[in-house]
């Protein structure tokens, strides 16, 4: 066994997982997994969003290591299905080291959706929120035009290489002008809707969650530099924001009210009707955009979305002044599903978990922060503010409280198995 060909492979193979979207917790149990299923004992693991260190001492006892640097990540489903399914099927069989660089191309050179699919998903997730968040039909064609421009603003500035700080700016100074033009020409209602529906495009809402669960557990390092990454994102989206707002803006109090509309027109069950509805459509564009590519995991994805959506409205009802109770609740249900599906269909949890939460993300909360913040409105930051770091908080805490149970579970079947294969 070549010890070189083994710590070129598990630290791609890590390096591969996180550039996917992968979570730092799970990626350094399956690269532990992995060193020991190649007999090596004393290992030592630093896996950070951008970086990945990784050292084993040989039988020789000879200590090798490897550095490498983590691109920015986009979140890839099916590579991190695909890279998952590789690593089971390493620890499992017996495979020549001299195997695994080929075997990791073939796992990492995954098909992706055309350019137009992507964009047509990603304005189906938009129109659904534009509706959840109280948006009318004039304001849902202005939020489809601006997804038109993000998506290729988006993608040109990514072949370019462009910073994330600059291309999120260039992207919300874009929509924010766009939105202004058509409220200033009468056609669109709700500016303020129409910027947060497209400012949800580009929020972090998934870097924030695996921030907050990475402190929660014991990944503080990861967890920060995550956060810090995260809120510097949204600092550049509100920048962009301000910038066209105040170049393109003639009413200075439509982002300073932030008022959201409601849905007019239908009654209290049609309404829960509809967003339950919409979240299954705001989750499948996601699912979508996240590359999951099995048309089975596209609809259990896509259900869960409704599903999450039904228990978050029933948790609410029943626990209307605890967000971090019901909040809670609903991520451990969400982390559940994901759970359950994941052993069924022997994939990653995260190809359900990912799109099915999409409902859950504050996103909203933390923009009307941050607006609140920006334009010194303490009716929006005050409020806001608290409650989405409670959401916050409930969504890992639920995450967690999942994760810990199904850990004990899988260790009870374990022993159970282990203790009937010795009695036979």
């Known amino acids: ?7 070129d492979f598990v630290s791609h193979w890590a390096r591969e997982m996180i550039a996917a979207g992968a979570n730092t917790e799970r990626v350094s149990i399956g690269v532990t997994h992995l060193f020991h299923k190649f007999g090596y004992k004393e290992i030592s693991i630093d896996l950070l969003t951008t970086k990945v260190e990784l050292s084993i001492r ?11 640097a983590v691109p920015t990540a986009k979140i890839n489903l099916e590579r991190i299905r695909r890279l998952n399914r590789l690593s089971y099927k390493v620890v499992d069989e017996d ?63 990514g072949k370019a290489n462009f910073n994330r700080i600059i291309s999120n700016v260039l992207c919300m100074f874009v929509c924010t002008a766009s939105a202004a033009l058509f409220h200033n020409i009468g056609f669109a209602k709700n500016f303020f809707v129409i910027i947060l529906t497209n400012a949800f495009y580009l929020v972090p809402g998934i870097q924030l969650v695996n921030a907050f669960r990475n402190i929660f557990c014991g990944q503080e390092m990861n967890g920060i530099i995550e956060l810090l990454k995260g809120l510097l994102e949204l600092i550049t989206i509100i920048a962009g924001v301000a910038f066209g707002y105040f170049c393109f803006c003639q009413d200075s109090g439509l982002l300073i009210e932030g008022a959201i509309p409601t849905h007019s027109g239908v009654g209290l069950i049609g309404y829960e009707i509809e967003l339950v509805v919409l979240s299954i459509f705001a989750s499948l564009g996601f699912a979508v955009s996240f590359e999951v590519r099995k048309k089975r995991d596209l609809f259990f994805a896509a259900l869960g979305g409704g599903i999450i959506r039904v228990a ?45 939460i999409i409902p859950l993300i504050p996103g909203d909360l933390v923009l009307y922060t941050c607006f609140g913040m920006v334009w010194q409105n303490p009716e929006l930051f005050g409020p806001n503010g608290m409650e989405s770091i409670l959401a916050l908080v409930g969504i890992c805490t639920g995450f967690v409280l999942c994760s810990t149970i199904m850990h004990y579970v899988r260790r009870f079947k374990s022993m159970k198995l282990f203790k009937r294969n010795k009695a036979e």
């Not at 350019?115 to 047509?120: A, E, G, H, M, P």
């Not at 609740?329 to 069924?344: M, Q, R, S, T, V």
């Open 1 to 7: 066994m070549n010890n070189e060909n083994v710590l």
């Open 58 to 68: 040989t039988k020789e006892g000879v200590y090798l290591d490897r550095h490498l």
């Open 95 to 157: 495979i020549d080291d001299k195997d695994l660089a080929s075997l990791l191309e073939e796992a990492t050179n995954s098909k992706t959706y055309p350019r137009v699919i992507n964009c047509l998903a990603l304005t189906v997730a938009m129109v659904a929120l534009s509706r959840i968040f109280g948006g009318l039909w004039q304001d849902i064609v202005v939020v489809i035009l601006n997804t038109l421009v993000l998506f290729g603003l988006t993608t040109l500035t």
């Open 312 to 356: 978050f409205i029933l948790l609410i009802y029943a626990m209307p002044n605890y967000r971090i109770a019901y909040m809670t609740l609903a991520a451990f249900i969400a982390a559940l599903y994901a759970e359950i599906l994941a052993n069924i269909q022997k994939k990653s949890s995260i190809v359900y978990l990912y799109p099915s």
